[in-house]
């Protein structure tokens, strides 16, 4: 496929759906970490720290943070499909707006649920992993 891609597009076409793929990211990650963030206040208990908040409070914040993550760009999620399927270098808003008008603002959610399934513990596991190693890191490297 990105064979014939270069044959008939050039190296321009490989990169189809990038600009909605970066609009869709920054206020993402912002969604993420920002309320991976609450959760774990949310979760601290009354004298404890966000630090102490034990594995599995540390798994829930981070799926946690996935669905928020994946709430807030979906619908750049479907642009970005849509114009990667197209293999049309069209601009997000039109695309956006067209499917809003034509299909309804539920169809920038087509498929949400099964991404929002597989999203919290996928995200829960990778959230937990980094905060375990970060703190593995930083004890062992105090320890010198």
């Known amino acids: 496929m990105t064979?014939?891609?270069l044959k008939t597009e050039g190296?321009?076409?490989?990169f189809h759906g990038l600009s909605a793929t970066i609009a869709r990211e920054m206020p993402g990650y912002f969604a993420l970490f920002g309320g991976m963030e609450v959760t774990k206040?949310?979760?601290t208990p009354s004298g404890k720290t966000?630090?102490?908040?034990?594995?599995?409070?540390?798994w829930v914040a981070g799926g946690m943070?996935?669905?928020?993550?994946?709430?807030?760009?979906f619908p750049f999620d479907v642009v970005k499909s849509r114009l990667q399927?197209?293999?049309?270098?069209?601009r997000i808003f039109p695309v956006l707006m067209n499917i809003f008008r034509n299909e309804g603002f539920l169809a920038l959610y087509n498929g949400l649920g099964p991404t929002l399934?597989?999203?919290?513990p996928?995200?829960?596991a990778l959230i937990l992993t980094y905060e375990t190693s970060r703190k593995y890191m930083h004890e062992v490297i105090d320890t010198f």
């Open 3 to 5: 064979e014939s891609i």
């Open 50 to 58: 966000k630090e102490d908040i034990g594995p599995l409070r540390t």
């Open 41 to 43: 206040n949310l979760l």
């Open 122 to 124: 996928a995200n829960g």
């Open 117 to 120: 399934v597989r999203s919290f």
């Open 11 to 14: 190296m321009r076409g490989l």
């Open 65 to 73: 943070g996935g669905i928020y993550f994946w709430t807030v760009i």
């Open 85 to 90: 399927v197209a293999g049309s270098g069209g």
